[in-house]
């Protein structure tokens, strides 16, 4: 498993948290309800979602700049050939959306939260485009159309429950404005006839590219979730089936390769055999030296028992200082004495921790399948047995 930079996570926690507080109770529970604000449930609050935030933010500075420019270049009469009136309107949408984004940025730094920051951001876009039908035209207004952007952002970054509310709001803007036209209201519509048809071409344009634009990035971000979802997936298996402490499986893990090496011995015609292993001297390491000392002393034995083993051997930490063995392919009690022999030598030499030389013993016992029992149970009851009478006998042996 790939290892995780935690000191960073700890600092993303802490910028979160310092976010969260920096929002009085009120507000945050307000949000929460509106599906504003990323609780720790939420898929946004995953590593995917702060990377998709970040993403956004970055993508509306760049997004910001060109507006920017954009606005520059309507004063600059030679390259944008316009009227005062339509270079005024022009001017005023792209200073609103300016000023939407501004605030949802803002938000963005104060809370974290990506939704809202999406919310602002559309209402920014929403107001500016229909502001503008007001004087260009009414239902006619080549801004019209490019409201399309608003519900796409809003399903994209926010959920299906925004997306489908923008496009409720959409609609029925459209259609207050034909109710408008259709009871006599005068839009005034500052457009010459010779800028009409290009005003319209360069909208569908823009919609056109932005769609494109969308579509892209939600085919990104669907990779970057499933790459994400597919690592997750197997982090939450991985911890489900190890010990968290020494890496090797856990009891759990442990029992399903014992039951699947049962339901194989019919079909490979061999012998299975268990091995109980018992630390007999962790609880003094504890007690003078610390359970740091004494989880460091687990992890070196893990991985001398680790190296002690066969590649088609397994070996799991099953309790706090006992660890189990299952030994598959084995055709006599002699294959498990060589493999108990090799822990025995892994054994004897001293553990250093902390600077200090630990000598640690183990009591082992182990069970032959079908001798010592015919079902897993059986087998594993037939090793314990034999690990605690070695470990009444202070032996390291069977």
């Known amino acids: 498993m790939p290892e995780r930079d935690y000191p960073i996570k700890e600092s993303m926690e802490t910028v979160e948290k310092s976010q969260a507080e920096s929002v009085p109770d ?53 390259v944008i050939p316009l009227s005062p009136e339509i270079r005024g309107v022009a001017q005023g949408v792209i200073a609103k959306i300016l000023a939407g984004q ?16 999406v919310q602002i951001a559309n209402l920014g876009i929403y107001l500016a485009l229909v502001g503008a039908t007001f004087s260009l035209g009414g239902p006619l207004s080549p ?17 299906t429950r925004w ?8 609609i029925g803007t459209v259609a207050g404005l034909h109710m408008l036209a259709g009871l006599g209201f ?11 048809v290009g005003f319209n071409s360069g909208a569908l344009c823009l919609i056109y590219l932005s769609t494109s634009l969308v579509v892209l990035a939600y085919g990104v971000l669907t990779r970057r979730l499933r790459k994400a979802l597919a690592r997750e997936r197997a982090e939450f298996v991985y911890q ?7 890496g090797l499986k856990n009891r759990r893990r442990y029992t399903q390769e014992l ?107 182990a069970a032959l399948h079908p001798d010592d029992g015919t079902t897993p149970a059986d087998l594993w009851r037939s090793a314990d047995q034999a690990m605690y009478s070695a470990k009444r006998e202070h032996k390291k042996g069977l």
Request: net charge negative.
């Open 163 to 170: 997306g489908m509310s923008w496009t409720g709001i959409c």
């Open 102 to 117: 501004s605030l949802a940025l803002l938000a963005f730094y104060i809370t974290g939260s990506l939704p809202l920051t």
């Open 26 to 78: 009120w507000s945050r529970e307000w949000l929460q309800r509106m599906e504003l604000w990323n609780t720790p449930g939420d898929p946004q609050a995953s590593e995917y979602g702060r990377w998709r935030a970040r993403g956004f933010a970055r993508a509306m500075l760049v997004i910001m700049v060109l507006q920017a420019v954009l606005f520059l270049l309507f004063f600059w009469e030679a």
């Open 240 to 246: 489900a089936d190890h010990d968290s402490l020494t």
């Open 186 to 196: 005068d839009f005034v519509n500052i457009m010459e006839s010779e800028y009409s």
């Open 259 to 365: 039951d699947h090496a049962f339901s194989r011995v019919g079909r490979v015609k061999q012998g299975i055999a268990l091995i109980a292993v018992d630390l007999d001297d962790l609880k003094p390491v504890n007690d003078e030296l610390g359970h740091a000392a004494g989880d460091a002393v687990l992890q070196l034995v893990a991985e001398r028992l680790r190296s002690s083993l066969r590649i088609t051997d397994s070996v799991a930490r099953v309790g706090g200082d006992e660890f189990a063995i299952l030994l598959e392919h084995v055709d006599s009690r002699l294959d498990i004495e060589v493999v108990v022999s090799k822990i025995q030598e892994a054994m004897l030499a001293p553990f250093t921790v902390e600077g200090h030389e630990i000598q640690m013993r183990a009591s082992l016992g």
């Open 143 to 159: 801004t019209l159309p490019v409201l399309v952007l608003v519900p796409l952002l809003a399903a994209l970054f926010s959920g």
